[in-house]
T-cell receptor
Framework: QKEVEQNSGPLSVPEGAIASLNCTYS??????FFWYRQYSGKSPELIMF????GDKEDGRFTAQLNKASQYVSLLIRDSQPSDSATYLC???????????FGGGTRLMVKP | DAGITQSPRHKVTETGTPVTLRCHQT?????MYWYRQDPGHGLRLIHY???????DKGEVSDGYSVSRSKTEDFLLTLESATSSQTSVYFC???????????FGQGTRLTVV
């Protein structure tokens, strides 16, 4: 069974700090990796996706992928209270079209 | 806005009754999914569809059935609801095989 693991948190960071969210996955055949943000009572919304090893930056967000270690992370620079949410890591294998989600990490950014 | 509408948004039903949840999309996308979300379990795939009358089981399909008679509609049916099916249900679509998923607003189902 394919597994995607995240620390459930909460991860608490002060406003302006860097938040680091981590995710490991079990299926070496995984090819696509996604980070979703979910506010309480709302549906998940896509923040970033990454396909290749290395870093991918988009504004205050950076996704990092290391396929050899089966590890993907999301860095949020200059964290804001509005970033407080649950962050879901999702993984897709190349042959299939289904996303497997981790349990999510709850982030709290304190003013 | 991916043009996904779920109905109903909230429902309370009794154990043993049938329940149908509807997902409607306006974008004519081929791939549609039903997930459930429970505390501590994240999002788990129930069923998915690759097109009209083309569906398959996901990770937690027991007790659920689906139908897709039109591209725009994907129905999830609980034949005989149980308390363990109390959850938040999300419909999702992917525009193409390799792109990210977009989610509907969710349906909160309570089985009493």
């Amino acid at each position: 069974q394919k597994e995607v693991e995240q620390n459930s948190g909460p991860l608490s960071v002060p406003e302006g700090a860097i938040a680091s969210l981590n995710c490991t996955y079990s299926d070496r055949g995984s090819q696509s990796f996604f980070w979703y943000r979910q506010y309480s009572g709302k549906s998940p919304e896509l923040i970033m996706f990454i396909y290749s090893n290395g870093d991918k930056e988009d504004g205050r967000f950076t996704a990092q992928l290391n396929k050899a270690s089966q590890y993907v992370s999301l860095l949020i620079r200059d964290s804001q209270p509005s970033d407080s949410a649950t962050y879901l890591c999702a993984v897709k294998e190349n042959a299939g079209n289904m996303l497997t989600f981790g349990g999510g990490t709850r982030l709290m950014v304190k003013p | 806005d991916a043009g996904i509408t779920q109905s109903p948004r909230h429902k309370v039903t009794e154990t043993g009754t049938p329940v149908t949840l509807r997902c409607h999309q306006t974008e004519n996308h081929r791939y549609m999914y039903w997930y459930r979300q429970d505390p501590g379990h994240g999002l788990r795939l129930i069923h998915y569809s690759y097109g009209v009358k083309d569906t398959d089981k996901g990770e937690v399909s027991d007790g659920y059935s689906v139908s897709r008679s039109k591209t725009e509609d994907f129905l999830l049916t609980l034949e005989s609801a149980t308390s363990s099916q109390t959850s938040v249900y999300f419909c999702a679509i992917t525009p193409t095989r390799n792109t990210e998923a977009f989610f509907g607003q969710g349906t909160r189902l309570t089985v009493v």
